[in-house]
T-cell receptor, first 113, second 112 residues
Framework: KAGVTQTPRYLIKTRGQQVTLSCSPI?????VSWYQQTPGQGLQFLFE???????NKGNFPGRFSGRQFSNSRSEMNVSTLELGDSALYLC????????????FGSGTRLTVV | TQLLEQSPQFLSIQEGENLTVYCNSS?????LQWYRQEPGEGPVLLVT???GGEVKKLKRLTFQFGDARKDSSLHITAAQPGDTGLYLC????????????WGLGTSLAVNP
């Protein structure tokens, strides 16, 4: 079966702009989680959506938001980009959430200049 | 302070050597997951350990969960260049197990 698909793979944006990242989970997986990965902080949890509802939110500012559609596809949005938002953004798909283990997409590499 | 401490941070070895990497904490966990991440890709789940003292094998990789469920090790026998990558351990957050807490990883390079 198809894996987790994230688009785009690479993105370069200017400070102050906004960006939308997309994730299509594995068919049948209703839980989609988003993580930010940087060399210094590792993987940091952004949020989780399950059946179109946000179940969980990490300690990120309100500039980071997300949503999930009825087909389980998810998007995350970052507004008013800052240089520090440069990172690899990873989408993780699972049947029932973190404890059951994740299948990750390849990520979106965001560079803010 | 990282909840999960992984060591060593970097490791560079020759093909055919054995190695062990560690994931340590002062907290007790219900379970622990190991992932491998290759450059430019997302992490891939290798194994989940649940029971204290549990040992799981995946070909040349041996995973052990500490008796007290506070630490874990990953041993690779006869490493190959294909084992190169970032090895990450992760645990469900104690207060809310719908997210994982991650170590910073061990970056392994296996040279031919």
């Amino acid at each position: 079966k198809a894996g987790v698909t994230q688009t785009p793979r690479y993105l370069i944006k200017t400070r102050g702009q906004q960006v939308t990242l997309s994730c299509s989970p594995i068919s049948g997986h209703r839980s989609v989680s988003w993580y930010q990965q940087t060399p210094g902080q590792g993987l940091q949890f952004l949020f989780e959506y399950f059946s179109e509802t946000q179940r969980n939110k990490g300690n990120f500012p309100g500039r980071f938001s997300g949503r999930q559609f009825s087909n389980s596809r998810s998007e995350m949005n970052v507004s008013t980009l800052e240089l520090g938002d440069s990172a690899l953004y990873l989408c993780a798909s699972s049947v029932q959430g973190a404890a059951s283990g994740y299948t990750f997409g390849s990520g979106t590499r965001l560079t803010v200049v | 302070t990282q909840l999960l401490e992984q060591s060593p941070q970097f490791l560079s070895i020759q093909e055919g050597e054995n190695l062990t990497v560690y994931c340590n904490s002062s907290s007790v966990f219900s379970s622990l997951q190991w992932y491998r991440q290759e450059p430019g890709e997302g992490p891939v789940l290798l194994v989940t350990v649940v029971t204290g003292g549990e040992v799981k094998k995946l070909k040349r990789l041996t995973f052990q969960f500490g008796d007290a469920r506070k630490d874990s090790s990953l041993h690779i026998t006869a490493a190959q260049p294909g084992d190169t990558g970032l090895y990450l351990c992760a645990v469900p957050n104690a207060g809310n197990n719908r997210k994982l807490i991650w170590g910073l990883g061990t970056s392994l390079a296996v040279n031919p």
